[in-house]
């Protein structure tokens, strides 16, 4: 057995409420990893609706790595809600035009980055991540927390905004395993250590 097969849209058998999320993505700009799945209470195509301001223009990308568990509701506020801040206002009136067209002219909105969420990452019911976030492997999102900054990996975070509520592993087994990468194995050698991986004792990894 090599588990599910990860291109198949709904991985559980009369239920479409739970996807592998790169088999329903069809924004370019949205990238995700194998096995990575998106449980949603009502429909799965909420996910790319619940991917706020991304506007082809502004280029920036949402990145997820493999094997994360994303719930329902979560958020990701792309570059695309940026404002000016430096300036004696925030209002946008160069996208009303009618005079109001150059603006903009020598100026450009603030552009933070892509989101990049790593392998093995878990995010919460209702948690906000936001534009420039990079969000370690192995890393818990609390629900209904707001990422703000770079999630360390191996973290539990929570609250808004989010804060490190603890490391998940000593700092030797978090070594350890982000020198193993476990989620790029061939399949087959996940599956022969699906009993290790599911446990907590780092040594008795099959290798």
Known sequence: MTGPNKNIKFPLENYDRLCFLKNIIKNPNIIVGDYTYYDDFENVENFEKNVKYHFDFVGDKLIIGKFCMIASDVKFIMNGANHLTNSLTTYPFAIFGNGWENAMEGKSYPQKGNINIGNDVWIGYNATIMAGVTIGDGAIIATNSTVIKDVEPYSIV??????????????????????????????????????????????????
Request: proline share 4%.
């Open 158 to 207: 929570g609250g808004n905004p989010a804060k490190e509520i603890k490391k998940r592993f000593p700092k030797e087994t978090i070594s350890k395993l982000l020198e193993l990468k476990w989620w790029n194995w061939d399949i087959e050698k996940i599956t022969k250590n699906i009993k290790n991986l599911t446990g907590s004792e780092i040594e008795k990894i099959i290798e």
